[in-house]
C-alpha cells in the first residue's frame, strides 16, 4: 500500500539521499495539510500519486523549512509555451492531444507523468525509449517538462510548427521528425502566462523576460542559474509505489 514513507524511501534511494533529509520536507509537508497526516485504519487518508508529485517538487526546490510554500507555489505554476509553440489555440491542440486542460498546473502535469507510468500507458503520449527531463528552478518560480512526444502528436506539433513560422523549419529533418524534445515551461499565472503573451512578438517577449531578470537580479545576490532536474527513472520508481 502507498504511503509517505515509502515516497520518502523511494526518493531516498533515487537521490542517494539520507532518508532524514526526505522526512524532514515531508514533516513539514504535513504539519502543513500538504501531505496527510500518518493515521491507520479506516480512518487514514489515501497516499495518492498526486502527493508524490508535491513531496517530489519540495525536494527539488530545495529547503525543508519551506517545503509546503514551495510544494504550492511551483506546484501552481501554468503553461507558457510548448517550445516554439505559443498561441493560445495552438497550445490547446497538442493539450487536447495529451488529453490537459488548458490551465493544467505543473503539479496536475506532473503527477499525469507519474500515473502514465503506473497504468503504463505513457508510450501512448510520450516516446518512452526517449530521455524525459523534468525541472524546477531553485530561485525562479519557474519549471519545464522536456521530452519527445510519440510519433502521432509529433506529426501535429511539426504541422502547427511549419504553419506558423516557417523560421522553425530547422527543427525538423527531412523526415518531418523532430531534431531535439519539445520543452514546456512553466510560470507563476499572470506572470509571461498564455493570454498575456499571446500575439506578442519576440521582441517584446525578449524584453518583457530581460526587464523580469533584472528587477530579479537586483534583489537577488546569489546563483540565478540553479536548477533541479530529474528523468523519468524518477517518475517511474515513484509509480512502482501506487502499483501495489
Do not use: C
Given at each position: 500500500?502507498?504511503?509517505?514513507?515509502?515516497?520518502?524511501?523511494?526518493?531516498?534511494?533515487?537521490?542517494?539521499?539520507?532518508?532524514a533529509?526526505?522526512?524532514?520536507?515531508?514533516?513539514?509537508?504535513?504539519?502543513?495539510g500538504?501531505?496527510?497526516?500518518?493515521?491507520?485504519?479506516?480512518?487514514?487518508?489515501?497516499?495518492?500519486?498526486?502527493?508524490?508529485?508535491?513531496?517530489?517538487?519540495?525536494?527539488?526546490?530545495?529547503?525543508?523549512?519551506?517545503?509546503?510554500?514551495?510544494?504550492?507555489?511551483?506546484?501552481?505554476?501554468?503553461?507558457?509555451?510548448?517550445?516554439?509553440?505559443?498561441?493560445?489555440?495552438d497550445?490547446?491542440?497538442?493539450?487536447?492531444?495529451?488529453?490537459?486542460?488548458?490551465?493544467?498546473?505543473?503539479?496536475?502535469?506532473?503527477?499525469?507523468?507519474?500515473?502514465?507510468?503506473?497504468?503504463?500507458?505513457i508510450?501512448?503520449?510520450?516516446d518512452?525509449?526517449?530521455?524525459?527531463?523534468?525541472?524546477?528552478?531553485?530561485?525562479?518560480?519557474?519549471?519545464?517538462?522536456?521530452?519527445?512526444?510519440?510519433?502521432?502528436?509529433?506529426?501535429?506539433?511539426?504541422?502547427?510548427v511549419?504553419?506558423?513560422?516557417?523560421?522553425?523549419?530547422?527543427?525538423?529533418?527531412?523526415?518531418?521528425?523532430?531534431?531535439?524534445?519539445?520543452?514546456?515551461?512553466?510560470?507563476?499565472?499572470?506572470?509571461?502566462?498564455?493570454?498575456?503573451?499571446?500575439?506578442?512578438?519576440?521582441?517584446?517577449?525578449?524584453?518583457?523576460t530581460?526587464?523580469?531578470?533584472?528587477?530579479?537580479?537586483?534583489?537577488?545576490?546569489?546563483?540565478?542559474?540553479?536548477?533541479?532536474?530529474?528523468?523519468?527513472?524518477?517518475?517511474?520508481?515513484?509509480?512502482?509505489?501506487f502499483?501495489?
Amino acid at each position: 500500500m502507498a504511503s509517505v514513507h515509502r515516497i520518502n524511501e523511494a526518493l531516498a534511494a533515487i537521490r542517494s539521499t539520507p532518508i532524514a533529509t526526505i522526512e524532514s520536507y515531508s514533516r513539514v509537508l504535513r504539519k502543513e495539510g500538504v501531505l496527510p497526516e500518518t493515521r491507520r485504519g479506516g480512518g487514514a487518508t489515501r497516499v495518492t500519486t498526486a502527493h508524490a508529485a508535491l513531496l517530489l517538487i519540495a525536494v527539488m526546490r530545495g529547503s525543508p523549512a519551506q517545503a509546503a510554500k514551495n510544494a504550492r507555489e511551483i506546484g501552481g505554476l501554468v503553461v507558457r509555451n510548448i517550445g516554439e509553440v505559443v498561441r493560445l489555440p495552438d497550445i490547446k491542440r497538442v493539450f487536447d492531444a495529451f488529453k490537459w486542460r488548458l490551465d493544467i498546473t505543473f503539479a496536475e502535469a506532473l503527477t499525469w507523468m507519474i500515473d502514465r507510468y503506473r497504468d503504463g500507458t505513457i508510450g501512448d503520449f510520450v516516446d518512452p525509449q526517449r530521455v524525459i527531463e523534468i525541472g524546477v528552478h531553485r530561485y525562479w518560480s519557474e519549471a519545464s517538462m522536456a521530452f519527445s512526444p510519440n510519433l502521432e502528436i509529433e506529426k501535429l506539433y511539426v504541422s502547427i510548427v511549419q504553419d506558423t513560422n516557417p523560421d522553425l523549419s530547422y527543427l525538423v529533418n527531412r523526415n518531418g521528425e523532430l531534431i531535439r524534445a519539445i520543452k514546456i515551461d512553466f510560470v507563476l499565472k499572470g506572470s509571461h502566462h498564455l493570454e498575456q503573451l499571446d500575439g506578442m512578438s519576440e521582441l517584446d517577449r525578449a524584453e518583457i523576460t530581460q526587464r523580469s531578470f533584472e528587477s530579479y537580479r537586483k534583489k537577488h545576490q546569489h546563483d540565478l542559474n540553479g536548477n533541479e532536474s530529474i528523468t523519468q527513472t524518477t517518475l517511474q520508481q515513484l509509480s512502482k509505489i501506487f502499483k501495489d
